[in-house]
C-alpha cells in the first residue's frame, strides 16, 4: 500500500512565498505530480518530478527527494487566485500500469 | 476543443436506483479513469481503463461499475449496491497507463446526491 501525507490546511499573506510538504511511503515508486484544485472544480496539472531536484515553472516550484520519500511545492509572489486545494499525488509500477495515489489535499487560504 | 467531457453536472439519485454518469474524451488517449472525492479526502481510484473492452479495478469499485466500449467513452453506473454515493466523480484520462511521465487530465466532475 501507500501512505501520503500533507497537511490539511496552510494560511499566508498575499505576495509571500508558502511551502506545501508531502511526504510518502511507497515501493515500486515512479513519479510525484501536483495538482491544484479550486473549490468545485476538477484538478488542474502543476508539476510532475521523477529525479531528486527542483523542477521551475513561473512562480510554482516543485522538489523531490526520492531517499526520504519527500516532495514540496513552492508557491511565490502568492495571489489571492491561488487559494485553492493543492494535491500530491504518488505514482507507482504495478503489474505494468503506472496509477497515481492522491493525498487528501492541502488547503491553502490566501489572504490580503 | 480538446478535451474531457462529463454529464451530468449535477445529478440526483433516488434510494435504490441505479444512475450512470457519462465521460467522453476527444484527446485520443488510450486510458481512462473514474475518481471519487469526498469533502476533506483525497481522490479514491474507482476503476481505470488502459484500452477499449478492459477495465481494472481500483481501490473503491464496489456497488460500481463500467463499461468501454468506445476509445473515447468511459462511463460510470452507480448501483444501488453503492450504500453512500453522495460524492463529486471525477473522469480523467491519459495517453496511456504504461509508462511513466504520463499525465493525467480531468473533466470537470458530476456531483451526485442521494435523494
Known amino acids: 500500500g501507500q501512505n501520503i501525507d500533507q497537511p490539511t490546511e496552510m494560511t499566508a499573506t498575499e505576495g509571500a512565498i508558502v511551502q506545501i510538504n508531502c511526504t510518502y511511503q511507497t515501493s515500486g515508486f515512479n513519479g510525484l505530480f501536483w495538482y491544484q484544485q479550486h473549490a468545485g472544480e476538477a484538478p488542474t496539472f502543476l508539476s510532475y518530478n521523477v529525479l531528486d531536484g527542483l523542477e521551475e515553472k513561473g512562480r510554482f516550484s516543485s522538489f523531490l527527494s526520492r531517499s526520504k520519500g519527500y516532495s514540496y511545492l513552492l508557491l511565490k509572489e502568492l495571489q489571492m487566485k491561488d487559494s485553492a486545494s493543492y494535491l500530491c499525488a504518488v505514482r507507482t509500477a504495478s503489474g505494468g500500469s503506472y496509477i497515481p495515489t492522491f493525498g487528501r489535499g492541502t488547503s491553502l487560504i490566501v489572504h490580503p | 476543443d480538446g478535451g474531457i467531457t462529463q454529464s451530468p453536472k449535477y445529478l440526483f439519485r433516488k434510494e435504490g436506483q441505479n444512475v450512470t454518469l457519462s465521460c467522453e474524451q476527444n484527446l485520443n488517449h488510450d486510458a481512462m479513469y473514474w475518481y471519487r472525492q469526498d469533502p476533506g479526502q483525497g481522490l479514491r481510484l474507482i476503476y481505470y481503463s488502459q484500452i477499449v473492452n478492459d477495465f481494472q479495478k481500483g481501490d473503491i469499485a464496489e456497488g460500481y461499475s463500467v463499461s468501454r466500449e468506445k476509445k473515447e467513452s468511459f462511463p460510470l453506473t452507480v448501483t444501488s449496491a453503492q450504500k453512500n454515493p453522495t460524492a463529486f466523480y471525477l473522469c480523467?484520462?491519459?495517453?496511456?497507463?504504461?509508462?511513466?511521465?504520463?499525465?493525467?487530465?480531468f473533466g470537470e466532475g458530476s456531483w451526485l446526491t442521494v435523494v
Open positions: 480523467a484520462s491519459s495517453e496511456g497507463t504504461d509508462y511513466s511521465g504520463n499525465t493525467i487530465y
